[in-house]
């Protein structure tokens, strides 16, 4: 099993970065999908969620209205579009696949909000 994030980078704040996750070696629509993040010195936190079918989703409070999770289920694809960031969003961003007690991790993305 393979996810492969993209799309990070530096961006002053109030800008926009659209991060991708790309599934290989399993059945993409079988399994939950996440975002997570992690900056320095903090745990890392849930940022959004969707179910299977893309139909459900979740968000942490602090990105809601700002960030879209969404997922492409023809192309295995997992996204999460974030808008008016802000430095507090500097992070890298891990893609996360979820079935019952089983999880995959992507490498993780680098997102830096300049102020």
């Known amino acids: 099993v393979q996810l492969v994030e993209s799309g990070g980078g530096l961006v002053q704040a109030g800008g926009s970065l659209r991060l991708s996750c790309a599934a290989s070696?399993?059945?993409?629509?079988?399994?939950?999908m996440g975002w997570l993040r992690q900056a320095p010195g903090k745990e890392r936190e849930l940022v959004a969620s969707?179910?299977?079918?893309?139909?459900?989703?979740d968000y942490v409070d602090s990105v809601k209205g700002r960030f879209t999770i969404s997922r492409d289920n023809a192309k295995n694809t997992l996204y999460l579009e974030m808008n008016s960031l802000k430095p507090e969003d500097t992070a890298v961003y891990y893609c996360?696949?979820?079935?019952?007690?089983?999880?995959?991790w992507g490498q993780g993305s680098q997102v830096t909000v300049s102020s």
């Open positions: 996360n696949a979820r079935l019952g007690a089983y999880g995959y």
């Open positions: 070696g399993l059945t993409f629509n079988n399994w939950n």
């Open positions: 969707i179910n299977r079918s893309g139909e459900s989703t």
